[in-house]
């Protein structure tokens, strides 16, 4: 029997990748189509639900048929991977990590439909990093273009158990908001729980080598606290031998392995995957940790235990600047050789409708965000409501975000999955290595990594 792991799948994915605007309203089409759609299955049954209502609504309104299947995360991944390699392909593909392996590999290879004229009837109510974070490029046509259709966010909030962090004599209020500090604010903690608590730590801190998302996600947002997010800029150029990208590479390193050797995180870190920190937090193994949607919260059925967790945004950098966490960005993207083509667009026009969107994603309960401030704005759900819903909204639509790495260069989805910077951990953790050595490496290996992927301008 195979088993698929999320790290497997995305390994395997990029190694395979490696080798119109509707000007009429939806009404009945006296010509009806059909369009095969692949989605990822709902993380709660109430996701599946409310895609399965827009479809209704949809068919009803249009007299197209949307055919769909909705398919687990790496089971999904896989048969995508098949697709795309085979010929044999779907209309239209909705996976929650399009934006960070298959719309990069893919667009490069110019394996993906331009789809600038469905992303441009919202442009104008889309947070700047979402529009930036559907422009993709292309290796064939040597240009940038539009190719991941974007119908909700994400961000990593900080999630807390303030029942832990008040019996160890503490009160939340008093965190710090830099970086570090606030990091730090928790490491006492730990050893007064311990006083009538086994096997209690401070921090979920995902140094693991084993990913897929949850350890490169991690130490981005470590890398951008330190003043490094500039590793790539926009023109896909990386700029590994700048003072002070290489300064934040170190002093990320230095802190992440510090904290884990001196015991504040849990042994098994080191080979967590993107569910381990999850079910520790659930199980009160720590007090805090880092990880992305609110799928932590989601998970708690028990209303009363869930309001115990702090749903919080990034605070400062470790310069007091504002942090600007990476903001995910979910969509679809329509493969070369769909047949149906004009319905997959049409369908993607209707779903990021902002009436539309928003009801999704609220049926959803809130477990990824908006594409547009003004619906965080102008809808109590998401300011109102929920504290930790509104603490993420506000987080992910009200602030200063940055695009993830992969949009800029596609060979930084490669970077990714061979778990350069939670190699770069383990070397420092298990090996003695000095955080300035594994930093040297890591970035010889993402040198050699991109330099497959010139980006020339046209």
């Given at each position: ?5 999320r ?5 395997n ?6 080798a ?19 989605w ?28 769909f ?36 590999q893919?667009?490069w290879?110019?394996?993906?439909v ?42 990593l ?24 500090a ?12 311990r ?125 007091g600047?504002?942090m ?7 969509g ?7 047949k ?76 990714n ?35 497959k ?6």
């Open positions: 029997m195979t088993i698929l792991t790290r497997s799948v995305l390994r994915s990029l190694a395979v990748a490696a119109g605007t509707i000007a009429r309203p939806f009404i009945a089409n006296a010509a009806a189509k059909t369009a095969t759609v692949w990822t299955q709902g993380f709660v049954p109430e996701e599946d639900a409310a895609f399965k209502r827009i479809v209704e609504e949809y068919q009803k309104a249009s007299g197209n048929t949307i055919d299947s909705l398919i687990p995360f790496a089971p999904l991944m896989q048969k995508i991977v098949s697709a795309i390699t085979g010929g044999d392909v779907p209309d239209l593909i909705s996976h929650d990590i399009n934006d960070q392996v298959l719309v990069p893919n667009a290879d110019d394996k993906i331009e789809v600038s004229d469905v992303i441009d009837t919202q442009k104008d109510k889309y947070h700047p990093t979402v529009y930036l974070g559907t422009q993709y490029y292309n290796s064939v046509t040597k240009k940038r273009g539009g190719y991941l259709i974007p119908f909700k966010t994400a961000i909030p900080f999630h807390v158990w303030t029942p832990l962090v008040e019996k160890a004599g503490f009160k939340l209020s008093d965190a710090p908001k830099t970086w570090d606030f990091w730090d604010f928790f490491k006492p903690m730990q050893p007064k729980l006083e009538t608590m086994r096997n209690v730590y401070a921090m979920g801190l995902q140094c693991t080598t084993t990913g897929p998302a949850d350890g490169n996600n991690m130490f981005h947002h470590f890398l951008i606290a330190n003043g490094g997010n500039d590793i790539v800029t926009k023109d896909g150029k990386a700029h590994l031998d700048d003072p002070k990208v290489k300064e934040a590479v170190i002093k990320s390193l230095t802190y992440i392995t510090k904290a884990y050797k001196d015991g504040y995180v849990p042994s098994g870190a080191l080979s967590w995957n993107d569910a381990d920190d999850n079910n520790a937090f659930h199980s009160k193994l720590f007090v805090m940790d880092l990880d992305g949607t609110i799928s932590t919260e989601v998970a708690i059925k028990d209303k009363d235990e869930r309001s115990q967790v702090a749903t919080l945004g990034q605070g400062n950098k470790n310069d600047t504002p600007t966490p990476e903001l995910g960005i979910g679809a993207f329509i493969p070369k050789g769909a149906a083509i004009d319905v997959a667009k049409e369908f993607m026009t209707y779903m990021i409708k902002p009436d539309v969107s928003n009801g999704f994603l609220k049926e959803g309960l809130g477990r990824w965000l908006p594409t547009m401030p003004s619906i965080v704005k102008s809808d109590p759900f998401w300011t109102n409501g929920d504290p930790q819903v509104k603490a993420y909204a506000a987080a992910g639509m009200l602030s200063d975000t940055v695009a993830n790495y992969p949009v800029f260069n596609p060979g930084w989805a490669e970077v999955a061979t778990q350069v910077w939670g190699a770069a951990e383990a070397d420092i953790i298990r090996n003695g290595a000095t955080p300035e050595a594994a930093a040297d490496a890591a970035l010889k290996k993402i040198e050699t990594i991109l330099a992927y010139p980006i020339v301008q046209s």
